[in-house]
Nanobody, 126 residues
Framework: QVQLVESGGGLVQAGGSLRLSCAAS????????VGWFRQAPGKEREFVAG????????NYADSVKGRFTISRDNAKNTVYLQMKSLKPEDTAVYYC???????????????????WGQGTQVTVSS
């Protein structure tokens, strides 16, 4: 069973950048596609970005396209979310999650994901 731990959150001014990391334990990390989700106070958890097992396929929510980049380093069992041009509306708790699937499989559906990290807070001030 893979376990996920997020890090890299913090407080940043609008227009700034952050890089989140999702570190996985377990020897089967490459069996899983990984997604980033976020949840703002009073709102539902929403998909942000996803990456396939191989890293060859990625998918983004329209709200972050062109600003966020998801990547993975399977040798380090880590998935990253590089966030640039941050906006106050990006403020949320960010979660990474994993789902097993085919080599190029990605899902944007929250309920497809079976393994979740504890989340990391990102706060963007105006």
């Amino acid at each position: 069973q893979v376990q996920l731990v997020e890090s890299g959150g913090g407080l940043v001014q609008a227009g700034g950048s952050l890089r989140l990391s999702c570190a996985a334990s377990g020897r089967t990390f490459t069996d899983y596609a990984v997604g980033w989700f976020r949840q703002a106070p009073g709102k539902e958890r929403e998909f942000v970005a996803g990456i396939s097992r191989s890293g060859g396929s990625t998918n983004y929510a329209d709200s972050v396209k062109g600003r966020f980049t998801i990547s993975r380093d399977n040798a380090k069992n880590t998935v990253y979310l590089q966030m640039k041009s941050l906006k106050p509306e990006d403020t949320a708790v960010y979660y990474c999650a994993a789902v097993s699937g085919g080599y190029y499989y990605i899902s944007s559906r929250l309920y497809d994901y079976t393994i979740w990290g504890q989340g990391t807070q990102v706060t963007v001030s105006s």
